[in-house]
């Protein structure tokens, strides 16, 4: 009986949701003219940047209780847009996953990086070098929709590369700035094994 009610109690449990980011591009600004970059979001913060008239891929990590503005990384701190000149915008995705074509994802201590580039990978590490990999499988854990995502990336020396990415804030410990993924890895090959984790993501256009 104690055991009956302990896994009623497990599968009573709410489902973990990941936050994943969300992708707009600017609209109704001038084309001589640009979108301003809040510390806060409100119109009279102080500027800290600016976004193209028709910027696109912004990583957007939430939005305030308003729904007015929407936060987003620029110059190494996060920041606020006003969302009255943004629209949702269609990003190319790996497979049947949500993480974006063209994530890049990376760590500190040693420094490395991954980019995702739909058919193709590059991983780069102070120790074994730059290396591309060709994509293997993407699969989305089950019973979840978008993510986690196991990305698996081979070359033809059998190096491999299993990635987990997941939507949710993270930080590189270094900057103010946040990311909307992140990221554990194995790279398996004859005579080495890593296990790295750190963040990632999407380079607006």
Request: hydrophobic share 40%; with cysteine; proline share 4%.
């Amino acid at each position: 009986m104690i055991r009956t009610s302990l896994f009623a109690a497990v599968l009573a449990l709410p489902t973990l949701v990941h936050a994943e980011p969300s992708y707009h591009r600017v609209t109704g600004v001038a084309a001589n003219d640009s979108l301003n970059v809040r510390a806060e979001p409100t119109a009279s913060s102080a500027d800290i940047g600016d976004l193209a008239h028709d910027a696109s891929g912004i990583e957007v990590f939430d939005f305030d209780a308003s729904g007015n503005w929407a936060r987003i990384a620029l110059n190494e701190r996060d920041g606020w847009i006003s969302t009255r000149f943004l629209t949702r915008d269609a990003v190319e995705t790996i497979g049947t996953t949500s993480v974006p074509v063209g994530t890049v994802c990376g760590g500190t201590e040693p420094f490395w990086a991954l980019g995702l580039y739909g058919e193709e990978a590059r991983y780069s590490h102070p120790e074994d070098g730059d290396t591309d990999y060709a994509f293997d499988t993407a699969v989305v854990a089950e019973g979840r929709l978008g993510s986690p995502a196991l990305i698996t990336l081979a070359t033809e020396e059998s190096h491999v590369i299993e990635a987990t990415l997941s939507g949710a804030d993270c930080s590189d410990g270094m900057s103010d700035r946040s990311y909307g993924w992140t990221i554990s890895m194995q790279l398996i090959a004859l005579g080495k094994r890593r296990f790295l984790s750190g963040c990632c993501h999407l380079p607006r256009n």
